[in-house]
């Protein structure tokens, strides 16, 4: 059975996505759309609403800015976990090319369970992808490149998700089988997606992750992104 699908909830201007987080249909995710306007309390107020009737419990956000959280604070909102924000400006930057010794090939159809096992071993339950979470990566932005990396018996061993919206790139998601960390495949994974987003005129490219995911961190920063002095925050609020 597919994971059911995210819908969008308008008024007026204003529109955020919303689905079943993590496959639970009492829990929610409500994420703001790029390039609408920055959700107002009572836009809030008016989604958790609509959550309620549909016989929703609680609500999570996707990772928020601190001019995005606003909104979602005044309407009762509170910080679940905190993350750091991480940029690399693309523009006349030096890119070292992909190492070839790491086999990678477009995902296909069939290769999505395999990635969403590596997944589950990569990141703890809070923060794991369900088919859902998988399929909502990759629409979050209006182009994605959903690439995997392979090891030598030809195993799906880590997966990248990388989005454009105009000049700005995402990373939506890497994960590497915990065996086959350090080993340059996360490197590899967020090269090619780097070099992909570039090819495509995106100027500046963002990444998040956990604070005690030290790894990642380590891993982002070795390649040239920056820490911002903000972060981002992952909201809940409980619906009666």
């Not at 819908?7 to 409500?30: C, H, K, N, S």
């Not at 920055?38 to 008016?46: A, E, G, L, T, Y």
Request: with cysteine.
């Amino acid at each position: 059975m597919s994971a059911p699908s995210a819908t969008v909830i308008r008024w007026g201007p204003e529109r955020a996505r919303t689905g079943p987080w993590r496959g639970d249909l009492q829990v929610a995710f409500l994420a703001p759309v790029p390039d609408a306007p920055v959700p107002s309390p009572d836009f809030i107020r008016r989604c958790l609403g609509i959550l309620a009737r549909r016989g929703v419990t609680r609500v999570v956000t996707a990772a928020l800015s601190p001019r995005e959280q606003r909104g979602f604070l005044a309407a009762g909102f509170s910080v679940e976990e905190e993350l750091y924000l991480l940029s690399f400006d693309l523009v006349g930057v030096d890119l070292p090319p992909a190492p070839r010794d790491v086999p990678m090939v477009k995902a296909r159809r069939g290769m999505r369970a395999a990635a969403l096992e590596v997944d589950r071993a990569a990141f703890s339950p809070f923060w794991q992808f369900d088919e859902r979470g998988l399929k909502e990566a990759r629409r979050a932005t209006p182009h994605s490149r959903f690439q995997v990396a392979l090891d030598p018996a030809g195993r799906v061993a880590g997966y990248a998700i990388c989005g454009r919206s105009g000049p700005r790139g995402f990373v939506q998601r890497l994960a590497v089988r915990p065996a086959e960390q350090r080993h340059g495949m996360g490197s590899a994974l967020l090269l090619d997606g780097l070099h992909w987003m570039r090819g495509r005129g995106v100027q500046r490219a963002v990444v998040n992750t956990q604070l005690d995911n030290h790894a990642a961190l380590s891993l982002y920063q070795r390649l040239g992104f920056r820490r911002e002095p903000t972060g981002l925050s992952v909201l809940s609020a409980g619906l009666p």
